[in-house]
C-alpha cells in the first residue's frame, strides 16, 4: 500500500480497519441479535430489532477502546510509523497530533510488535547437515561512552 491508497474518509478508515481484523466485521447485541454498523457524526453498532434497539460504540473491545484519535489519523499514524515517519514535530505538523499522543501510539505500535513476535511459533533453526549463521549483538545507549549506565539488552539472531 503507498501513501496515495491511504482512505480518505472515516467509513473507508474503518472499513481498511475491518479488512486486517482490527475492528470487527459483526457485532451481536446482548439479547444474541445481529447489529449493524452506522456511519454519521459518529460510528456505532446498533441493534435493529425493536424491542432490543441497542447501541455500542465502534471503539468497544477493540484496539481504539479509550481512545479518542480519528481512525483516519490512526491510519496514517500506522503507515507513517511503518515508514519510520513519527517523530513528534512530523505527526504534528502532518497528521495533527499532539505530542503526548504520538508518544503513547509509537510505545503502542512497539508493543503490539513485540506481543506478535512473542505469539509466533518458535521453530528450529536449521537441521542436521545444513549451515546456520548465528548472530548476537548488545545494545546500550551510551553518549561517547560516559554518562549514566543504561541497562544492556542482548539481541541473537540466526538464519539458514
Not at 435493529?48 to 473491545?61: D, F, I, K, S, Y
Amino acid at each position: 500500500m503507498g501513501i496515495w491508497d491511504l482512505p480518505a474518509s472515516e467509513k473507508d478508515a474503518v472499513e481498511l480497519l475491518q479488512g486486517y481484523g482490527i475492528i470487527p466485521n459483526e457485532h451481536t447485541c446482548k439479547n444474541s441479535h445481529k447489529m449493524k454498523l452506522y456511519f454519521g457524526k459518529q460510528i456505532f453498532w446498533k441493534c435493529n430489532v425493536e424491542e432490543c434497539n441497542q447501541h455500542l460504540g465502534v471503539r468497544t473491545g477493540n484496539w481504539f477502546e479509550g481512545n479518542r484519535i480519528s481512525f483516519l489519523t490512526a491510519v496514517r499514524f500506522i503507515y507513517c510509523w511503518c515508514k519510520e515517519l513519527t517523530s513528534i514535530k512530523f505527526c504534528a505538523e502532518e497528521l495533527g497530533i499532539a505530542d503526548k499522543t504520538v508518544i503513547d501510539w509509537n510505545n503502542y505500535m512497539r508493543e503490539i510488535c513485540a506481543l506478535e513476535m512473542d505469539e509466533k511459533e518458535r521453530k528450529q533453526i536449521g537441521d542436521e547437515g545444513l549451515i546456520v549463521e548465528i548472530d548476537e549483538s548488545l545494545f546500550v545507549k551510551r553518549k561517547n561512552n560516559t554518562g549514566r549506565v543504561l541497562p544492556q539488552q542482548w539481541v541473537f539472531g540466526g538464519i539458514c
